[in-house]
């Protein structure tokens, strides 16, 4: 696994004619596109997994071995960082709303719908942020910006009409809403990391907030799912393996390393490809199908994020 810190000093101790073939900005892109498709693929991956154990017990694993996986490479690197009093609100932040809330919400609305479908409402992420920026922070809005709001918004409703969801089902739709909730807590946590003062790294904080994000969710699966509820088979195995170390540990670190050399809006908008990936995949090994609704929901939605991310001429980048 590489890690920010060790990619920093091989870049510094690397020749000359090697760092030619291999500058900073392709290190990142290749990073990126790597995240971009575990990330991606991660979506069947779970919804595979929850064939061999139950949501919460789910969760708690993955966030356990990814911060095992991350605690001992920074053991390792001689890189292991200890939280002061200053990093509890991130710690907090980012663990209890983007790590357990996000994956959690989403673990539990697989149970009832296809994973194609909650990858894309799981990523509406951007589309909070924008009126939460606007109500909580007051901050101004370009017209772009708020036409990709609406026109995401748009796909969302799309993608909640009588005839792609079922609104005599309570559990299809109470799944659906735990995705935008999910999405919304996503939202928030963004925003906090955006006007909070950072005293350390994404990189040292992060096997921490898999610890914050890891102790509730054993409490809580012991108390609402019983004993240990993976079957220990070999695909149970495979999936773990996949969801922890690589698509949780190995991605933080790509991502986190890929937004050292390219920059910021490059970064959010190829972060779509993420449920797209998902969407796709679910399709090829899941054999779920595309609905026109599904497809004009999806499309509506990556337009509106990609407009209200977009960098505008002389005013910087969104």
């Not at 779970?46 to 154990?53: I, S, Y």
């Not at 071995?65 to 990093?87: E, H, I, N, V």
């Not at 980012?94 to 719908?113: R, S």
């Not at 079957?231 to 670190?253: K, Y």
Request: proline fraction near 6%; aromatic fraction near 8%.
């Amino acid at each position: 696994m590489t890690c920010p810190h060790s990619l920093t000093n091989e870049a510094r101790n690397t020749p000359v004619s090697s760092r030619t073939l291999l500058t900073p900005r392709l290190k990142g892109m290749v990073l990126l596109l790597l995240a971009i498709l575990v990330w991606g693929a991660n979506w069947p991956v779970m919804k595979a997994g929850l064939g061999h154990v139950t949501p919460v017990w789910f969760s708690a694993s993955r966030f356990a071995l990814g911060a095992l996986c991350l605690l001992l490479l920074q053991l390792l690197t001689g890189t292991l960082y200890r939280p002061s009093r200053g990093d509890v609100p991130l710690l907090l932040s980012v663990g209890l709303l983007q790590m357990l809330a996000f994956t959690l919400l989403g673990a539990l609305a697989m149970t009832e719908i296809p994973a194609g479908r909650s990858a894309v409402l799981a990523y509406t992420t951007p589309l909070w942020v924008t009126p939460l920026a606007v109500l909580v922070f007051r901050e101004r809005l370009a017209p772009r910006q708020l036409l990709g709001a609406a026109l995401g918004m748009f796909g969302v409703a799309v993608l909640f009409n009588p005839l792609t969801l079922d609104w005599n089902n309570a559990n299809l739709v109470r799944a659906n809403l735990m995705l935008l909730i999910a999405s919304a807590c996503w939202a928030l946590c963004i925003l906090h990391l955006r006007y909070a003062k950072i005293r350390a790294t994404a990189y040292q904080l992060a096997p921490w907030q898999m610890l914050v994000a890891t102790v509730p969710l054993l409490a809580l699966a012991r108390i609402v799912e019983g004993p240990f509820t993976g079957d220990g088979s070999v695909a149970f195995w495979q999936i773990i393996l996949f969801v922890g170390p690589l698509a949780t540990a190995f991605c933080f670190c790509a991502v986190n390393a890929a937004s050292m050399w390219l920059p910021a809006t490059s970064m959010s908008l190829a972060m779509l490809g993420v449920p797209l990936v998902g969407l796709m995949s679910s399709v090829f090994w899941l054999g779920e199908t595309l609905s026109a609704g599904l497809i004009a929901g999806v499309l509506a939605i990556a337009a509106g994020i990609f407009l209200a991310m977009m960098k505008i001429r002389g005013s910087g980048t969104l």
